[in-house]
């Protein structure tokens, strides 16, 4: 079964700067897919960025993007310039690529302090 | 808004009862899927539904049950209630098998007294 660690349970950064949330998976599989979902103090689950495992290149969303290291099996999170609304919860989550298995596999979260 | 309604947002019932929580899917999805977040157990997946059925099963215990119906309404049924069981219930959709990802709706907290 798939797995995913986010090693960092917490993390702050001043409002403008740069920080990156880091996140592995343990998978046998060779295509997948991978996300980061945002959980602000509101509850709601957003998505943030998706990585397509068959893609070399790496994602990005505006301030967002990961640094997806295969053969490490890495999907760390990269926010720019960040803002006092990126204050939340961060999820990393795996799916298989194999229809039987189409749950997301989540890690345990890494909460985001932005200090103005 | 993210298209995906969960009611109720709250609810709070004594051990051993039985409730209902309902989802309805953002228009045009045909998949439904459910997750619980605890505190100590983090994202569970649950179950599974695409157009109706059942297509897959987690971490679900006997005493919660599931289903969609034709209108592709979703309710999570959960009985016999423990105080383990409080926790924040997701429901989340997609058009297909989630390639791109889920659409969530904002959970049903359930607190058991």
């Known amino acids: 079964a798939q797995t995913v660690t986010q090693s960092q349970p917490e993390m702050s950064v001043q409002e403008a700067e740069t920080v990156t949330l880091s996140c592995t998976y343990d998978?046998?599989?060779?295509?997948?897919?991978l996300f980061w979902y945002k959980q602000p103090p509101s509850r709601q689950m957003i998505l943030v960025i998706r990585?397509?495992?068959?893609?070399?290149q790496n994602a990005t969303e505006n301030r967002f993007s990961v640094n997806f290291q295969k053969a490490a099996k890495s999907f760390s999170l990269k926010i720019s310039d960040s803002q006092l609304g990126d204050a939340a919860m961060y999820f990393c989550?795996?799916?298989?690529?194999?229809?039987?298995?189409?749950?997301?596999?989540f890690g345990q979260g890494t909460r985001l302090t932005i200090n103005p | 808004d993210s298209g995906v309604t969960q009611t109720p947002k709250h609810l709070i019932t004594a051990t051993g009862q039985r409730v209902t929580l309902r989802c309805s899917p953002r228009?045009?999805?045909?998949?439904v899927y459910w997750y619980q977040q605890s505190l100590d157990q983090g994202l569970q997946f649950l179950i599974h539904?695409?157009?109706?059925?059942?297509?897959a099963k987690g971490n679900i215990l006997e005493r919660f049950s599931a289903q969609q119906f034709p209108d592709l309404h979703s309710e999570l049924n959960l009985s016999s209630l423990e105080l383990g069981d409080s926790a924040l219930y997701f429901c989340?959709?997609?058009?297909?098998?989630?390639?791109?990802?889920?659409?969530f709706g904002s959970g049903t907290r359930l607190t058991v007294v």
């Open positions: 989340a959709s997609s058009v297909g098998g989630g390639h791109y990802g889920y659409t």
């Open positions: 998978t046998s599989e060779s295509d997948y897919y």
């Open positions: 990585q397509e495992a068959y893609k070399q």
């Open positions: 989550a795996y799916r298989s690529l194999w229809e039987g298995a189409q749950k997301l596999v």
């Open positions: 228009s045009g999805d045909l998949s």
């Open positions: 539904y695409y157009n109706g059925e059942e297509r």
